[in-house]
């Protein structure tokens, strides 16, 4: 049977925000250069070209913001453990048919670029075999190679991922990879592209041992003998906020390019 034929913007977006942080309470509502964080990024969204845009949330001071800066809202339940889990909701609220390709895109990126928001979903249109689509870049510093909070991913020689860790993998035993060399290391772009049908399987799947081991939900997956593809990003991913001083980083970057 033929592949569908799609166009650029033949996908959703659900941006998944919760108010409470153990790192930063109500970060989605913080002030970012004159607007909610979560404003800037749901701008990022619509330039993207997505069909559609959808804040979900269990928050109603987040959905009162979210409207008044004219975002559509999809309250969820308190429950869930992912926002991952929370897209499920919003995609079965909607009635979204199986094949429609939903994007991730977290509540706290403000400064990602449109051009990974559309690859990533194209990228798991052009590959049926996978049920999610994600993003990679090689890093750049070798303490990274080491860094826990520095998720890395390894693929095979189709783009499929092998596997995801905050370990140094690929674990260069007998020091072969050159010093000046990062590109064997790539960096896991927290961005997901799915299809709805999976979704609803997805929200079936037991918790397995090595998500909890590596507090990576996208092992679940993997352990599920699920296929996941991956793609070098074609643009820098930006500056993620996850504390407050992660949120000034961001407002310099903000307004340096103002100038």
């Known amino acids: 049977m033929p592949k569908k034929n799609h166009k650029v913007n033949d996908f959703k977006i659900v941006i998944p ?3 409470a942080s153990s790192r930063f309470p109500a970060k989605p509502l913080a002030d970012l250069c004159g607007k909610p964080l979560l404003q800037h990024v749901y701008e990022c969204a619509c330039n993207s070209g997505a069909d559609t845009v959808i804040i979900a949330t269990d928050d109603n001071r987040i959905a009162a913001v979210a409207e008044q800066f004219g975002a559509a809202v999809c309250m969820t339940s308190t429950d869930h453990a992912s926002g991952t889990d929370r897209i499920v909701e919003v995609a079965e609220k909607l009635n979204w048919q199986d094949d429609v390709v939903v994007v991730n895109l977290q509540g706290d990126e403000p400064l990602t670029p449109k051009q990974i928001i559309v690859q990533v979903a194209n990228n798991l249109h052009a590959n049926p075999a996978a049920v999610c689509a994600t993003l990679s870049a090689a890093l750049t510093s070798r303490d990274d190679i080491s860094n826990p ?5 390894v693929a095979d ?11 140094s993998i690929p674990y260069d035993r007998d020091q072969t990879i050159a010093a000046d060399d990062l590109s064997e290391y790539q960096r896991h772009i927290g961005i997901y592209a799915y299809r709805v049908g999976f ?3 997805y929200a079936l ?6 998500e909890k081991h590596e507090a990576l939900e996208q092992l679940r997956i993997l352990w599920h003998g699920k296929k996941i593809h991956v793609q070098e ?10 504390t407050p001083d992660d949120l000034q980083q ?4 903000l307004e340096a390019r103002s100038q």
Do not use: Q, T, W
């Not at 909070?149 to 991913?153: E, G, L």
């Not at 990003?233 to 996850?242: F, I, T, Y």
């Open 17 to 19: 925000a919760r108010y």
């Open 149 to 153: 909070n520095v998720v890395k991913v």
């Open 157 to 167: 020689k189709n783009g499929f991922a092998m596997y995801f860790s905050r370990a």
């Open 199 to 201: 979704l609803k399987e």
């Open 205 to 210: 799947m037991p918790v397995c041992s090595l």
């Open 233 to 242: 990003a074609v643009a820098l991913s930006g500056h993620g906020v996850d």
């Open 250 to 253: 961001v407002k310099a970057i």
